[in-house]
């Protein structure tokens, strides 16, 4: 079992940078790819960006390629997306998702973007982009 508590979220105006933090507990974090999706009102949970178990391989959403970052400290058991340059259509809750791959590295991109893909989801942190 794992647990998955983000924070970070905020009101920032357009152009500005926020920090998302997604703390893990529980057992074998290191196993786990990560992933950050955001649903914004009356529309579908999407993608956003997601790691592997390692970090040696992240796979972002067109829409935010360039201007969002995941990154994760294992040692920390916490995953993290840097936001940059954000724009009014950022506007979402965000949630961290944690997928057991037991420790495999070799899955296809397309499987880290997929919602079925994982096990645990967090509670979300709202974020609003001001214009």
């Known amino acids: 079992q794992v647990q998955l508590v983000e924070s970070g979220g905020g009101l920032v105006q357009a152009g500005g940078s926020l920090r998302l933090s997604c703390a893990a507990s529980?057992?074998?974090?290191?196993?786990?790819?990560m992933g950050w999706f955001r649903q914004a009102p009356g529309k579908e949970r999407e993608f956003v960006a997601a790691?592997?178990?390692?970090?040696?391989?992240?796979y972002y959403a067109d829409p935010v390629k360039g201007r969002f970052t995941i990154s994760r400290d294992n040692a920390k058991n916490t995953v993290y997306l840097q936001m940059d340059s954000l724009k009014a259509e950022d506007t979402a809750v965000y949630y961290c998702a944690a997928w057991n791959t037991g420790g495999i590295e070799g899955y296809s991109g397309t499987y880290y973007s997929k919602i079925s893909s994982y096990d645990y989801w967090g509670q979300g942190t709202q974020v609003t982009v001001s214009s």
């Open positions: 790691i592997t178990w390692s970090g040696g391989s992240t």
């Open positions: 529980g057992r074998a974090f290191s196993t786990y790819a």
